[in-house]
């Protein structure tokens, strides 16, 4: 599982992205309840908060996805393996693709990476929002 800090860090990244992701009424519930819940420091709530919805979970698991592949790169690195440099999370918040169909949201958080066709529509073209 991951830790309180990792948590915290994705609600925080979340916050400013949640208008993209969701419609304005979910958006706005969502950004109230992280608000509250990171002034408590209330891993759970925060937790929660994340899974209320396929988008917030879908950009949650990206997150936690580029975490990771950032991680074992900076390893990759220290061991002399890697020429490349600077930080794989180029986008803290990602870039946000969304489905011209449906309410399906992609996010990108490495730059130079595509986002994944929507389910229901896979020959849709996602565009930035
Ligand atoms: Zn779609």
């Known amino acids: 599982m991951y830790t309180p800090q990792e948590i915290l860090g994705a609600a925080k990244a979340i916050l400013p992205v949640l ?9 706005n519930q969502l950004q109230a309840q992280l608000n509250t819940y990171l002034a408590a420091q209330d891993i759970a709530k925060i937790w929660e908060t994340l899974e209320q919805t396929p988008q917030t979970q879908h950009w949650r ?13 900076s390893v990759s690195q220290l061991a002399g393996n890697s020429q ?3 930080d794989m999370v180029a986008q803290p918040s990602g870039l946000i693709y969304a489905c011209p169909h449906c309410d ?13 066709p929507c389910p229901d529509h896979p020959d849709a073209v996602l565009h930035r929002v």
């Not at 698991?61 to 790169?73: P, Q, Y």
């Not at 399906?104 to 994944?116: E, T």
């Open 61 to 73: 698991d990206k997150f936690f996805e580029a975490k990771e592949l950032n991680k074992s790169r």
């Open 19 to 27: 208008p993209k992701l969701l419609d304005e009424p979910t958006a």
């Open 84 to 86: 490349l440099g600077g």
């Open 104 to 116: 399906y949201r992609d996010v990108i958080f490495l730059l130079g990476m595509d986002p994944d």
